[in-house]
């Protein structure tokens, strides 16, 4: 029902910046709390950034606050993740997730929450 499309990866140097973008589409109106999460080979999917329906809370997993900023544009069917400062540990295959359930008025930082899954885009950043 809904297809999530990442852009914007890319190979960097360590303390370069890049920005994410997921574009939504498909047969929805509702606008879904959304997740950015990632995944380095041989690891487990972590937690990333999430952004609640209203776009006015945000939650970040330790290793990326203050480093990373998450936003959306609802007009656009789009959110964003612009990452800044980056480190060779932050290197993985990200992805964004679309949270349907309702009621729910925080993010979420578990991925059992997210329907939707794009392929994901991969960040690899060299020391």
């Known amino acids: 029902q809904v297809l999530l499309v990442e852009s914007g990866g890319g190979l960097v140097q360590a303390g370069e910046s890049l920005r994410l973008s997921c574009a939504a589409s498909g047969r929805t109106s509702s606008t879904y709390a959304m997740g950015w999460f990632r995944q380095a080979p041989g690891k487990e999917r972590e937690f990333v950034a999430a952004v609640s329906r209203s776009g006015g809370r945000t939650d970040y997993a330790d290793s990326v606050k203050e480093r990373f900023s998450m936003s959306r544009d609802n007009a656009k069917n789009a959110v964003y993740l612009q990452m800044n400062s980056l480190k060779p540990e932050d290197t993985a295959l990200y992805y964004c997730?679309?949270?349907?359930?309702?009621?729910?008025?925080?993010?979420?930082?578990?991925?059992?929450?997210?329907?939707?899954w794009g392929q994901g885009t991969q960040v690899t950043v060299s020391s």
């Open positions: 997730a679309a949270d349907t359930t309702p009621f729910r008025s925080l993010p979420s930082r578990r991925s059992r929450d997210y329907e939707y």
